[in-house]
């Protein structure tokens, strides 16, 4: 068995941890202190966005902790009524300012909504900010083959990541190929299955069993075996840790197959096709 990598490496230079949180949808003063807790348990990855309403939080959280600035990646995405280049690039700031950071580490934009068609546009933004450095890194979410290819071929920008849904019931195979093939990161949504988290399906206890672990964290190392990075949510603390937990035991091939066939086609947890839905 090969060493395992403790990060992350995006074809941008530049390092994500193993394993990110979630923060939708934590809000007000109880979101604050989930996500206090969450950097105590040692994430250094909070993923939120302009729709999560709770950019503010996130920015209150990261100032509470203590932590450094420059130990805590922020990511946030630029909503769907904001593709317009301008538009796009005052969302970011409008982002920055509630973060309260100068520079957003990780922008991406939340979905594509082809029947607006202005994606291209956000596009365009992010690597405009990102050579300004308003941003670092910038990357995409619930974007198909066809709309990587389209914004590729139209600035010649590679996102460094796609955030998509994925999750056993819904593993992603295709477009994880797609993403080796391209140099992009998978990085998973609802990594766990949110309410319909397979942890009782017959794969993921077997293993559990195996490696007297939990199925959460059977899932969550599922998704490390497969190169993708999980953003588990979780406000509860105990939960949170846990989750982290998933770097001292490995899976097996056969274990990673028949979590993976717990996939079914029409496995979307809310039917998200990001080639229909329209999310502003
Ligand atoms: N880009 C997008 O379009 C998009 C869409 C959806 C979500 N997201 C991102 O993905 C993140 C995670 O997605 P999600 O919240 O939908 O799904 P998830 O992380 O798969 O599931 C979260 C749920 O699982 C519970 N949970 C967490 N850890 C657990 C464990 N070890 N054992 C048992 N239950 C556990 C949590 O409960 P407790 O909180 O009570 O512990 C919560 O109810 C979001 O917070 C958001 O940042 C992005």
């Given at each position: 068995?090969?060493?395992?990598?403790?990060?992350?490496?995006?074809?941008?230079?530049?390092?994500?941890?193993?394993?990110?949180?979630?923060?939708?949808?934590?809000?007000?003063?109880?979101?604050?202190?989930?996500?206090?807790?969450?950097?105590?348990?040692?994430?250094?990855?909070?993923?939120?966005?302009?729709?999560?309403?709770n950019?503010?939080?996130?920015?209150?959280?990261?100032?509470?902790?203590?932590?450094?600035?420059?130990?805590?990646?922020?990511?946030?995405k630029?909503?769907?009524?904001?593709?317009?280049?301008?538009?796009?690039?005052?969302?970011?700031?409008?982002?920055?300012?509630?973060?309260?950071?100068?520079?957003?580490?990780?922008?991406?934009?939340?979905?594509?909504?082809?029947?607006?068609?202005?994606?291209p546009?956000?596009?365009?933004?992010?690597?405009?900010?990102?050579?300004?450095?308003?941003?670092?890194?910038?990357?995409?979410?619930?974007?198909?083959?066809?709309?990587?290819?389209?914004?590729?071929?139209?600035?010649?920008?590679?996102?460094a990541?796609?955030?998509?849904?994925?999750?056993?019931?819904?593993?992603?195979?295709?477009?994880?190929?797609?993403?080796?093939?391209?140099?992009?990161?998978?990085?998973?949504?609802?990594?766990?299955?949110?309410?319909?988290?397979?942890?009782?399906?017959?794969?993921?206890?077997?293993?559990?069993?195996?490696?007297?672990?939990?199925?959460?964290?059977?899932?969550?190392?599922?998704?490390?075996?497969?190169?993708?990075m999980?953003?588990?949510?979780?406000?509860?603390?105990?939960?949170?840790?846990?989750?982290?937990?998933?770097?001292?035991?490995?899976?097996?091939?056969?274990?990673?197959?028949?979590?993976?066939?717990?996939?079914?086609?029409?496995?979307?947890?809310?039917?998200?096709?990001?080639?229909?839905?329209?999310?502003?």
């Amino acid at each position: 068995m090969t060493a395992e990598s403790t990060t992350h490496r995006l074809a941008d230079g530049t390092s994500l941890p193993l394993v990110g949180f979630g923060t939708y949808p934590l809000r007000g003063e109880e979101g604050v202190a989930a996500m206090v807790s969450a950097l105590q348990a040692g994430y250094r990855y909070l993923d939120t966005a302009v729709n999560y309403e709770n950019e503010a939080e996130v920015g209150e959280a990261l100032r509470r902790s203590g932590l450094p600035r420059e130990q805590v990646t922020v990511a946030t995405k630029v909503p769907g009524r904001d593709h317009e280049r301008e538009r796009a690039l005052e969302s970011l700031r409008g982002s920055a300012a509630r973060l309260g950071v100068e520079q957003i580490d990780v922008a991406l934009i939340h979905w594509p909504n082809p029947g607006r068609g202005l994606y291209p546009q956000a596009w365009q933004a992010l690597v405009e900010a990102q050579r300004e450095g308003l941003v670092r890194t910038i990357g995409v979410s619930n974007f198909t083959e066809d709309h990587l290819t389209r914004v590729i071929e139209e600035t010649g920008v590679t996102p460094a990541l796609n955030q998509v849904e994925m999750h056993p019931l819904f593993p992603q195979e295709r477009m994880r190929a797609v993403h080796a093939r391209l140099g992009i990161l998978t990085q998973a949504w609802s990594p766990l299955g949110k309410r319909q988290a397979p942890f009782d399906a017959e794969p993921v206890l077997a293993a559990a069993r195996a490696h007297d672990v939990t199925p959460g964290q059977v899932i969550l190392r599922w998704h490390l075996e497969l190169g993708s990075m999980p953003l588990p949510k979780s406000a509860t603390p105990h939960r949170q840790r846990e989750n982290l937990e998933v770097t001292g035991f490995r899976l097996t091939a056969e274990e990673v197959a028949a979590v993976s066939a717990l996939g079914r086609a029409d496995g979307r947890l809310f039917g998200g096709d990001p080639d229909t839905h329209e999310e502003m």
